[in-house]
Each structure stands twice: as C-alpha cells, then as structure tokens.
C-alpha cells in the first residue's frame, strides 16, 4: 500500500519519547518535574472562562465565518493598534484552529513542491515539518550565539537561491527565547521582498517578553504590510486547549486565504472565539502581566541555578518561556543525557536534537512552566546528577556556519 | 510575488456570493429563509453543553495528546461496537479538528503530488479542494439516478489508473442523501485494495438516516479494516462550532499519523473532546433519537411540496438533510436560477455548481436545517416564484457517464 513521500520526511519529536518514559515514572510512582512542555502552567484566565461560559449556556455554538468572527478580528486589530501603534484592516487578519493552523495556512498558500523555506537552525521543530506538509524542502541555517541565535541577512544570503519561496522567523524564539533586533528584522524583510519571496514572522511569544514591559519586541508588520504575521492565544493569553490563533495576511493573498480556509477549516473553534473576545479587557490585561512578571522572576531563578551548575547560556533568554542551555561540559551527547537525567532523577527535559540538526548534541531546552519552588527542587537534583558524573571530554565548539 | 500554483485550482463556492447577498437582504429589512446552509439548526444537546461548562469552569484547558483524549478514542470505540456491532482498538481512532482535520490528516498521509483521487460528482465541494491541498488531482466520476448518485466498481474501473491513490466516498451522501447500498461499497473496497489504493469514507452523516432507526447505513469498517473512515461530531451529534470530528485509521497507517497529527494539529480542542464524552449517554441519545425524526418529517415535507411544484428529485434522500432536486422544468441555469429566487423570494439555495461539473446547471440544494413552518412558507414562495415564470426550453438528459 503506498503512503505519501512526505510522510517519511516527517521527523517524530524525542520530546515523546521523554514523555512516555515520564509517565512509565509516574506510574511507578516517582515524581517527575516536567521541564520539557511548551504550555504555561497558568490556568485560562478567569475572565476568558466566564466568557465563555456565557456563550455556551445558550448553546449556540454555530460556524462562523472561516476568516472568523468580526469582532475578534477588530479585537485584535485594536490590539496591534494598542500594543504596536501599528494600524491593521480586519479584513487581512484571520482567525486560524490555533498557530498550527495559522502556519498550515500561510504555507499552504505560498509552497510548491520542492520551493525551499529558510529556517534558522535551532528552531521550532514543526516549521520543517509544515514545509514537508506542502512538499517544500526547508533549508536549515545554521545560528550561534553571534547573532543571538538568529537569522539574519548575511547567513540568508548565502543560502538564498531561485528555489526560495521565503523564511520562516520567530521572536521571541523557540527554543533560545532569543529576541530578534528590529534592523536584523527590517534587514530579513527588506532582502526576501526585494527577492520576491515571502516572509512568514511567527510572533506566538509576543507579550512574553522580560524587560521592563511586555511588547517590545517588534513585529514583522512594523516594517513591511507584505509579511504574514503569525500569532495565537496558545502562550501569552493562557489558552493552549482552546486551539485558537491567527494569521495576518498580506492584502495580496486574502482572497487565496479565504478560499483555502474555507475548505481546509470550514472555521476556528466558535466558543475559543467567543472567549478570546474577553482576552483584551483591561483587567484580563492585568491577570496576563502578573503572569508575565512570574515568568520572569521564573527566568531569573532559573538561569541562575543553570549557570552556578556549569551549563553555559549563550544568550539570555529574552522572551518566551524556554532556557536553551549548553551542557557539553557534562556529555557529549544531550539526548542520552536527557534519557539519564530522566531515569536517575525524574527531571523531564527536551534534547537540542527536537529543534534542529547543528550541534544538537550539545544543547538541551528547559521550560520554565513551573513554580519556582519546583524549578529550586529540579536545580538541585540536576546538581546531585551533574556531580556524580565524570566530566565530559570537551567538545570544540567550530564555526557554525 | 510567487502564489502556490495550487490556490488556482481550489474554487470558492457559489454559496458564498448566496449568503453575501443574503445577508445583504436582510441589512434591508428582508426576511431571508436559510435554505443553503449544511449546519443543523438545533442548539448543542443540554448534556453535552453542560459536560462543557464543568469542564471549562475550572480553567485547565490545556492540549491533549495529538491522538485525543484517550478517553474519547474509547468511548468512540464502543459507539462502533454499539451501533454497528464492530470492535475498533481505540488506537486506531484519531481526534481532528472537525472532519476537516480528518480529511486533511487523511490525504496528508496518503496523496503525492500528481497522484489521483476519484470522487462521485456531485458529491462535496471540498473533497477536490482537498485533494488540491496536496497537490493531487480530483478524478471527478459523473454519477446519477441509475447508481442512487453514488459511485460503483463499474464505474469506478472506467476511470482506475496507475495515478490513483485511491477514492473518497460519502454515504448519506452530500448534496444527494444518498445512501450506498452495503454490497456496492463491499465492492469499492474489495476493487481499491486489490489495485493497492485506500478508500477514505465520509461517514459524517451516519446516525441521521430515515429509516424506522438511524444507523443503518453501512460503514466501510464492516467490510475493511484498511480503510479511512472520517466522522464528525457536527451532524448527527450537533456540534458545528465545537470543531470536533475523528478518523479510524487503518493500523498501517497509525505511526504516520501521530507524527503528522502532532505536527499540523498539536490537538483538537480540549473542552470540546470533554464536552462529546457526554454525547454517549443514553439520555443525549434520546435527544438526538427526536432530533432524527424531526428531520425525518421535515424531509417528507419538503420532498412532497417540492415535487409538487414541479422539481424532479430522482433519488429519494435517505439520510444528511439535504434534497437534491433538478429544476430544469424552470431553468436551464439553476445558479442564474438561485439568484433570481433569493432577489424575488428571500429564499437561500445552495446551486448545482457547488457540488460539481456534471449536469450541474440542472440542481438545486434545498437544506432542512429549518423548521416545518419555515419549510412551508418557503415553498410557498417558490411556488409563486415559479409560477411567475415561464417555464424552461426542455433539457434533454443525455446519459450521463
């Protein structure tokens, strides 16, 4: 029986593995402490519930429109305007089944069979396997703590070619929470346009950004109206189950966006719609920048503790809620670390290996989606562990790219 | 700026231009009667709105294994074994964002680029945009009264080739009710398998037949565990906006679609998976027992008022709550046909064109999504608007396939 060509091209993640081999743990008894999942801690927020539970006493939970409901897209046009300065029609944002279905989107609309993408390297596992989704073939691009673990356009144009159909970009990124500078952004934007390809900006971090307030780092719509900004109210606004996000289109490619979400889609979840409504309130506002202030303090705490240990952090993690950590001072092998970490001290973490292909061997991800009394109890078995073990032959760290 | 040649070949549908202009109508004070949309017009079951709001209450809605709830996946397991007497390991069942999902999931696995999928026409618009996703191409098998508008191996050996990759069915059917006789689809799965192609069966209408009972209708899991059956919560169990439908997947193709599920869905939405739980019971069933018989009566209203007028339906609609109904006595262009009657009427049809190529100028789609009353003044108008008319130069129906 034939199966689909791409389908042998789409990588499994070894954070599964990790998390079967936490849970066989759990079952057996052991307490696990799980820094290896993307999803915050925090409950829905209190206002989005009540929202929601409004809607649903009715039980009129009917399609919207595919694009979505017009009032959560004005919403979140008010929300550019707010947050940005940055003026957004409605009519180029659409409401997509969370980021995921944002990206399935975009990148169902742009790819060919065989067009490339570039994507830096370490970066979000799925956006190489989206562009496998379409046939693509996503070209990975090397990035080190010299460009704060970023593309930017001299990595870009070594690799840019007749092939390319554009990049895929996130700040805050995952898995390093690195920040992208605004010109490094501009300068990315400004090269793909003039190439004629597209720039797809996944900004599902934003807000969860750790200076002084949220919503510093710039958005891709700052400096060019022909990138599509991807975004979702998985992260920031607490509402990963919900499976809600969305897209903002170049006005060139709404009419294709509409068509193709209309059949992929039909429409986004309508009580996550509905709910999200109540995300931009002045008070829900207030719940979410508490929040953000933990996650900070979490940070902190966090790199602190990994660093006195022995790990390295390349580059501060500005945003998000991941700490992107070298540990070849203790293996040469991060997934077999992780494996003995796992077995020896129930501390559950992702290997570099799930975001990307360069020097993965020498990284892990820690997420910071825990209370800090729960990352103090992790900090100190990682200690113990690290302790009984002999130190790692050290690893040459060559030029990356 | 390069488009993915794809979005050319997936076509918008008809009823969309119907609805904008419907609701234009309404802007000025018209009152439109929906008869063009496929969404029943019953709240969500009480239980299962109540099963929502425990849930929700508590605020943890947060992602669920790619897979679905395991939970969920079991008591959809034992839904086959109750309705259809036939055991399905819960491994083999995948929670997807709506059908949708599941029918994206399902051709994702399974169609390279340039490889073919064979379809009834008329049939559901998205199958062929579906397959366009993929870059496959839709084989579009006209179908008619002699096979109940369904496909049969007859037909279907007239088009096999070394490009297919198999064939999508639907049965109650969309726009047609039809629903296929157990011994044609044993023969579309016995003829598939043996050419190595898979068969994906829409069942997204199950439950809503008119028999004395619903559920007769066969699912292709009866006759073949190799096939991808593709269900819903939308239809019988009537949950549009919850977006919430699942595939049975053959085992073969299990591994495969946790990886693609993982990557192009993370999951489906929480509260809704929690929510459907509550479908099963015996109390939401009864519920959804009077819900059947309501469409029952309605189908048996709108056929005979329908036939009486003057349109032909040349096969009675078993199942969905659809009729397919041939205006040619008064058109012999039934989208010019649709247009006339919303601006005269206010009444909403969806037109052939949507469902097809075939003879598609000659169809209408009446949906009983509305209640008896509202049926009745519908016909009514048609009547008057019909009447007003001159009736059609006579088309000939040449043989169709």
Redesign the interface.
């Known amino acids: 029986?034939?199966?689909?060509?791409?389908?042998r091209e789409?990588?499994?993640?070894f954070v599964?593995k990790i998390l079967a081999e936490a849970k066989a743990l759990e079952r057996q008894g052991r307490r696990v402490i799980h820094m290896e999942i993307g999803?915050p801690d925090f409950?829905?927020?209190?206002l989005v519930?009540e929202a929601?539970?409004a809607f649903?006493?009715?039980?009129?939970?009917?399609?919207?429109p595919s694009a979505g409901l017009p009032e959560l897209r004005e919403a979140i046009a008010a929300h550019y305007e707010r947050h940005y300065g940055i003026q957004v029609p409605a009519e180029r944002i659409f409401i997509t089944?969370?980021a995921?279905?944002g990206l399935?989107l975009s990148l169902?609309?742009?790819?060919?069979?065989g067009?490339q993408i570039a994507l830096a390297d370490p970066g979000y596992p799925?956006y190489s396997?989206?562009v496998r989704?379409?046939?693509g073939i996503p070209c990975l691009v090397p990035v080190n703590e010299t460009t704060a673990f970023n593309l930017d356009v001299d990595l870009l144009r070594n690799v840019w070619n007749d092939r390319m159909?554009g990049i895929v970009i996130a700040s805050p990124a995952n898995p390093t929470g690195a920040i992208m500078d605004p010109q490094v952004l501009k300068g990315l934007l400004d090269y793909v346009h003039k190439h004629?390809?597209?720039v797809i900006s996944d900004e599902v971090y934003h807000g969860l950004e750790y200076g002084e307030c949220g919503f510093h780092a710039p958005t891709a719509l700052k400096f060019s109206s022909?990138a599509l900004v991807i975004n979702s109210f998985s992260k920031y606004f607490g509402?990963?189950?919900?499976?809600l996000g969305w897209v903002v289109m170049p006005e060139?490619?709404i009419e294709?966006a509409?068509?193709?979400a209309?059949?992929?889609?039909?429409?986004?979840?309508?009580?996550?719609q509905v709910a999200a409504l109540a995300s931009f309130s002045e008070e829900n506002l207030c719940e979410l920048e508490r929040r953000r202030l933990l996650f900070r303090e979490r940070r902190d705490f966090l790199c602190q503790g990994l660093e006195k240990i022995g790990f390295s952090i390349r580059a501060k993690p500005e945003g998000a809620f991941y700490v992107f950590a070298d540990c070849s001072r203790f293996s040469r092998n991060s997934s077999e670390f992780v494996m003995d970490l796992l077995a020896e001290t129930g501390i559950a973490v992702a290997p570099g290996l799930d975001f990307g292909i360069h020097h993965s061997e020498r990284y892990l991800r820690f997420s910071y989606t825990l209370p800090v009394a729960e990352l103090a109890e992790g900090l100190e078995r990682i200690e113990a562990f690290v302790q009984r073990r002999a130190p790692a032959v050290p690893l040459k760290l060559e030029k990356l790219c």
């Open positions: 029986m034939r199966i689909a060509e791409r389908i789409i990588s499994p993640f599964m999803e409950p829905t927020p209190q519930v929601a539970l649903i006493r009715a039980g009129e939970v009917k399609y919207t089944p969370g995921s279905g399935l169902g609309l742009l790819l060919d069979k067009g799925c396997n989206f989704v379409f046939d159909t004629a390809g597209y022909r509402m990963t189950g919900w499976r060139e490619l294709g509409e068509r193709l209309q059949n992929i889609f039909i429409s986004a979840p309508t009580h996550s």
